[in-house]
């Protein structure tokens, strides 16, 4: 079981989103039920406050099972990590599977472009004119945005230091605030 401070430990900064993938291996003759544990234990995840995405990652004809927590932040991941219902769900998987074989906790960007190997296969990314549309109508009113609130202000700064502002103000902006919320309003369509 993880415990609550070695997962603040291994995160980035407490406010931002946070994805934690628990892979699990299931008994032989028990993968059937480790589904339904694990279906199970996503609905409940899902409910609780702060959970952004609860899903399970599963290729047909194998024991493996990755489980994805996304949190807003770490405080709230802790919290269910803590919690007595996860703790429930806990013991009930422990007579169903051999083992848990990985714990990975993601932040930021990274959590965009990992995937546990096992889930390769079933996870494919959105095509790459939805990625590049979907970027374009993000981008677009911060950098309409940035020129008519920020760029005026900064004028008369050095070329350097002007040029520097932008990408910190944009991509910031883009990884912590923005595709968060695009991706889950769309995340159908993608």
């Known amino acids: 079981m993880t415990n609550s401070n070695e997962v603040a430990e291994r995160t980035g900064h407490p406010e931002e989103p946070v994805t934690t993938i628990f892979s699990w291996r299931a008994k032989p003759g028990h993968v059937d039920e480790f589904a339904e544990w694990a279906k199970g234990a996503t609905a409940e995840a899902a409910r609780y406050p702060g959970n952004l995405a609860a899903t399970v990652v599963h290729n047909e004809g194998s024991r493996d099972f990755h489980v994805v927590h996304q949190f807003q ?7 269910w990590l803590d919690s007595d219902e996860r703790e429930r769900w806990l013991r009930h998987a422990r007579t169903m599977a051999a083992d848990r074989t990985a ?5 930021g960007l990274e959590t965009w ?3 546990p190997s096992e889930a390769a296969a ?3 990314p959105p095509p790459r004119w939805k990625m590049w549309l979907i970027s374009l109508v993000a981008v677009y009113p911060l950098v309409v945005a940035f020129q008519a609130f920020l760029a005026p202000l900064t004028a008369s700064w050095p070329l350097l230091l002007r040029s520097a502002l932008f990408p910190i103000v944009l991509l ?3 990884t912590y605030v923005v595709m968060p919320a695009v991706t889950r309003l769309l995340r159908r369509w993608l």
């Open 73 to 79: 932040t770490r405080r709230e991941l802790r919290d």
């Open 103 to 107: 714990v990975q906790h993601r932040t």
């Open 122 to 124: 079933t996870m494919r």
């Open 172 to 174: 910031t902006t883009m």
């Open 113 to 115: 472009f990992h995937v």
